[in-house]
C-alpha cells in the first residue's frame, strides 16, 4: 500500500518550453504533497507543500511563477516549469503524506523522480 | 528552525566490514519524527526506517541498526557486514511533529562498498 507515482519518469524540452510533472497517490488520499528537487550529488531541496484545495506553500528562494503548484484533487498534484531554462535542469521528487500510516510505521510515501533536461 | 547535518559526505568500505552513518539533528519541538532513507542510483528514495522523539529504543532490522540519543541529538545508522548492494546515498531526514510536518533531509552520505 501507499504507492506515489510520479510521471514521466525522464523529460527532454527546449528551452523556453513549460514541462508538467505529475504526482499521484494511487491507494490513499494526500492532503499534503511535497515537491523536491535534488542536483547532481546534492541533497532534496525542498522546493513547496503543496495542500489539496489551497495554494501552495513555497521555500524561501523558490520561484511561484516558475514552479507552478496545482493539488486540485486529494489524489493528483503538479508541478509545471514554465519557460524552462537549462539551469532547471534536474531531479525533481514528489512525495505525500500518508495519514492513515501517519502514526504508523510510514509517514511519508516518495515517487520516483523525474529527470528533467532543458537544452 | 529543523535542521540535519551529515558531516560524512563519502565513505568507502571493504565488503564485510561494518560501517555506521552518522546523524546529527536541531529542532525546537519535543515532537518530531527521524527517518533514513537509501537513495541507489536509479534515484528513487527507500524507506528504512522512521522514529519518533519519545522512542529511544534502538533497532535492528537484519543487518541494519539504529542507534538514537537524544541527549546528544543523534541518530546514527550502522550496516553490519556490508554488502556491495548496499552501496548508495543514504539521507537522513527530520520532521517536526505540529506544523508545516515538511521533511527536511541532511546532505547524505554515498557509501561505497568494494569487493
Known amino acids: 500500500g501507499a504507492v506515489v507515482s510520479q510521471h514521466p519518469s525522464r523529460v527532454i524540452c527546449k528551452s523556453g518550453t513549460s514541462v508538467k510533472i505529475e504526482c499521484r497517490s494511487l491507494?490513499?488520499?494526500?492532503?499534503?504533497m511535497f515537491w523536491y528537487r535534488q542536483f547532481p550529488k546534492q541533497s532534496l531541496m525542498l522546493m513547496a507543500t503543496?495542500?489539496?484545495?489551497?495554494?501552495?506553500?513555497?521555500e524561501q528562494g523558490v520561484e511561484k511563477d516558475k514552479f507552478l503548484i496545482n493539488h486540485a484533487s486529494l489524489t493528483l498534484s503538479t508541478l509545471t516549469v514554465t519557460s524552462a531554462h537549462p539551469e532547471d535542469s534536474s531531479f525533481y521528487i514528489c512525495?505525500?503524506?500518508?495519514?492513515?500510516?501517519?502514526?504508523?510505521?510510514?509517514?511519508?510515501?516518495f515517487g520516483s523522480g523525474t529527470r528533467l533536461t532543458v537544452v | 528552525a529543523q535542521k540535519v547535518t551529515q558531516a560524512q559526505t563519502e565513505i568507502s568500505v571493504v565488503e564485510k566490514e561494518d560501517v555506521t552513518l552518522d546523524c546529527v539533528y536541531e529542532?525546537?519541538?519535543?515532537?518530531?519524527?527521524l527517518f533514513w532513507y537509501k537513495q541507489p542510483p536509479s534515484g528513487e528514495l527507500v524507506f528504512l526506517i522512521r522514529?519518533?522523539?519519545?522512542?529511544?529504543q534502538n533497532e535492528i532490522s537484519g543487518r541494519y541498526s539504529w542507534n538514537f540519543q537524544k541527549s546528544t541529538s543523534s541518530f546514527n545508522f550502522t550496516i553490519t557486514a556490508s554488502q556491495v548492494v548496499d552501496s548508495a546515498v543514504y539521507f537522513c531526514?527530520?520532521?517536526?511533529?505540529?506544523?508545516?510536518?515538511?521533511?527536511?533531509f541532511g546532505k547524505g552520505t554515498k557509501l561505497t562498498v568494494n569487493p
Open positions: 512525495s505525500a503524506m500518508n495519514p492513515i500510516h501517519r502514526q504508523g510505521k510510514y509517514g511519508y510515501t
Open positions: 491507494d490513499f488520499q494526500a492532503t499534503t
Open positions: 503543496s495542500n489539496e484545495g489551497s495554494k501552495a506553500t513555497y
Open positions: 529542532t525546537r519541538d519535543t515532537t518530531y519524527y
Open positions: 522514529r519518533n522523539s519519545f522512542d529511544e
Open positions: 531526514a527530520l520532521s517536526e511533529g505540529g506544523g508545516s510536518e515538511k521533511l527536511v
